[in-house]
């Protein structure tokens, strides 16, 4: 997401959002007494979902809030341009935190050793998916934000280990899971407000639909819906990537596994929904 400050005059502000396909912009209830906020789509398609109401909008719509009083949440389901009114002063304070994000983001990837690029491509087929599924405005936010940082615990974990060639022994794969937890601690930090939303999915993505995942063995529907969605795109993304200690599986190949492991290690939702959109994955 790129933003521009168009202008600004008594504390109302005009910001210009772009956003690429499947990027995503969230709004959480007002905490400004009387606060209007709007969109002015200027180019491209936004899928706008308010609680659990989803609406598409095209160039010229002008979609108005006063005040926000639910979750809502904005995807471009292709490139899009709209500009942002707000009746306050928020500017200076969300470019900051739209950077950090996307520093974060190349940080948690590089130490992994994936490329800059493998925390968005997570997020956004993850996205695909819960747009697929419906999801609620929270949950699509959630999602987003729990599929961006979901490895983030992996910065706790020592470099031998995370990036050990061969197989872990039982005492290094203990350690290793523990990024779950470390990733939950983290985005629950008051250090990090506006990640608190994406914890559980931090959390839970190692979760299995049989039970057989860490860190608390949950099945079923036991397990968050959106952590399910991220356990299937990380799997998929992991098959199809090089790594130090496998081959990449082909498209085909992954999408076999992933079926064959539907109501067994996967939600069946979640694998139905991503078959449906899977082709679309670049």
């Not at 493998?118 to 934000?145: F, K, N, P, Q, T």
């Not at 470099?159 to 197989?167: F, H, N, Q």
Request: aromatic share 10%; net charge negative.
């Amino acid at each position: 997401m790129t933003i521009t400050l168009l202008g600004s005059y008594d504390g109302v502000e005009l910001i210009r959002h772009e956003l690429k396909r499947y990027g995503l912009m969230g709004f959480n209830p007002s905490t400004v007494p009387n606060a209007f906020e709007g969109l002015i789509i200027v180019k491209g398609v936004l899928r706008i979902t308010t609680g659990n109401h989803t609406e598409i909008v095209g160039p010229g719509s002008l979609v108005a809030m006063r005040p926000v009083e639910d979750d809502v949440c904005v995807i471009a389901l292709e490139e899009s341009e709209f500009i942002y009114i707000t009746s306050f002063s928020l500017f200076t304070w969300y470019k900051e935190w739209v950077e950090r994000f996307h520093e974060m983001a190349t940080d948690i990837a590089k130490k992994d050793g994936y490329t800059a690029s493998h925390c968005e491509r997570i997020r956004r087929y993850s996205v695909m998916i819960g747009c697929e599924l419906d999801l609620s405005a929270h949950d699509l936010i959630s999602l987003s934000c729990g599929a961006l940082f979901h490895d983030i615990g992996k910065v706790r974990i020592p470099d031998e280990i995370l990036r050990k060639p061969g197989r872990l022994t039982p005492e290094e794969f203990d350690i290793m899971k523990m990024h779950t937890i470390y990733g939950r601690d983290m985005m629950n930090s008051p250090i990090h407000p506006f990640l608190h939303v994406g914890s559980a999915v931090a959390e839970q993505h190692h979760e299995r639909y049989d039970g057989s995942g860490y860190p608390y063995g949950l099945k079923g529907d036991e397990i968050y819906l959106p952590a399910a969605i991220v356990a299937v795109v990380d799997s998929y993304d992991a098959m199809t990537s090089e790594r130090p200690y496998q081959r990449p599986k082909s498209k085909e190949e992954a999408i076999d596994e992933i079926r064959s492991l539907r109501g067994k290690l996967y939600d069946p939702r979640v694998v139905d929904a991503f078959l449906k959109v899977v082709d679309t994955f670049e």
